[in-house]
């Protein structure tokens, strides 16, 4: 299974990004897919989760109201659309994907991608 995960960038506060994970070498139908990140001198922290068959999605306190995290079954692909985006929001986004339904706890995470940098401007 490879995850690519890409879209990250430098946006200014209150600004949008969004985030695509491209995954493949696999069949996802059982799995949830994830965001992460994690700051310099930060536990890498879970974002936003999304079950792959059925839609259902959980999201940090942090980032409700504000992100919206979907699927794309046709291409493999997970988005999460980041918008009012702050200055702490800044991280390396990861994608993983969970064989263990929707989960916050990166330890049910078994594949990785290699990681997206948002930075945010105040």
């Known amino acids: 299974v490879q995850l690519q995960a890409f879209g990250g960038g430098l946006v200014q506060a209150g600004g949008s990004l969004r985030l695509s994970c491209a995954a493949s070498g696999g069949t996802f139908g059982s799995y949830a897919m994830g965001w992460f990140r994690q700051a310099p001198g930060k536990e890498r922290e879970f974002v936003a989760g999304?079950?792959?068959?059925?839609?259902?999605?959980d999201y940090a306190d942090s980032v409700k109201g504000r992100w919206t995290i979907s699927r794309d079954v046709a291409k493999n692909t997970v988005y999460l659309q980041m918008n009012t985006l702050k200055p702490e929001d800044s991280a390396i986004y990861y994608c993983?994907?969970?064989?263990?339904?929707?989960?916050?706890?990166?330890?049910?995470?078994?594949?990785w991608g290699s990681g997206t940098l948002v930075t945010v401007s105040s």
């Open positions: 999304i079950r792959w068959s059925t839609g259902y999605t």
């Open positions: 993983a994907t969970c064989p263990y339904g929707l989960q916050r706890h990166s330890d049910f995470y078994n594949y």
